[in-house]
């Protein structure tokens, strides 16, 4: 295995931030990032909420308007701005946690997340699979950077603590080697007492022209 460097150079992050500016003005702009976060708390809203009976009918009632307006509107899939805003938590992808990437080196990838409401498994705990969506997608990323579009080809985590709801957690994501078209790939996940609360092994692997 070889390690591979993706240390951006300062002009590289100037043409990458003058990128996400674009996609953001091209994919909803500000405003999409307003309705994201009001997405979000509905999530976390919903999913903590015990209601009397006539008021599940109403909110029922509204969310499906909501539902039946926004489906006027749906578009195709390369057309889309979820998933496709670097620049909003989790890149504005419903399904994400709500993380941020702080920074990005060699090989190396740190950023800060919070598991909400709407990730709750039990007990105050976020769900294990919450994690899993966390560390694929910032896995994935880095496996990117590495050269050409990624698949997972698998993902081992290990859970070493209770990872709490409701606290901002930090995590580090690291490209260990390459193998021709494998992508080697580990990550960490950090309560604000900096222990490790759970850790990931992944290997991705490196599409084939023609492949999606």
Not at 32 to 39: M, N, T
Not at 138 to 148: D, W
Request: hydrophobic residues 40%.
């Amino acid at each position: 295995m070889t390690a591979h460097a993706t240390s951006p150079f300062p002009d590289e992050l100037a043409r990458e931030e003058a990128w996400k500016a674009a996609v953001a003005e091209q994919r909803g702009g500000a405003a999409y990032g307003q309705l994201i976060a009001a997405q979000r708390r509905l999530q976390d809203s919903v999913a903590g909420a015990v209601l009397p009976h006539e008021l599940v009918t109403d909110i029922t009632d509204r969310l499906n308007a909501i539902s039946d307006l926004l489906a006027e509107h749906q578009a195709a899939e390369p057309d889309r701005w979820d998933g496709w805003r670097p620049d909003i938590p989790g890149r504005a992808m419903p399904l994400l946690p709500p993380y941020v990437i702080d920074e990005r080196g060699e090989g190396l990838l740190r950023g800060r997340v919070t598991f909400t409401r709407f990730y709750l498994g039990g007990n105050a705990a976020a769900h294990g699979g919450s994690h899993t969506l966390l560390f694929d997608d910032v896995m994935g990323h880095i496996a990117g950077l590495a050269g050409g579009i990624c698949r997972t080809a698998y993902l081992t985590i290990n859970y070493r603590r209770i990872t709490p709801i409701g606290e901002e957690l930090g995590f580090e994501c690291r490209l260990d080697g390459t193998d021709g078209r494998k992508r080697f790939v580990s990550a960490r996940l950090f309560n604000p007492a900096g222990e490790v609360v759970a850790d990931c092994e992944g290997l991705f692997l490196r599409l084939l022209p023609g492949q999606q």
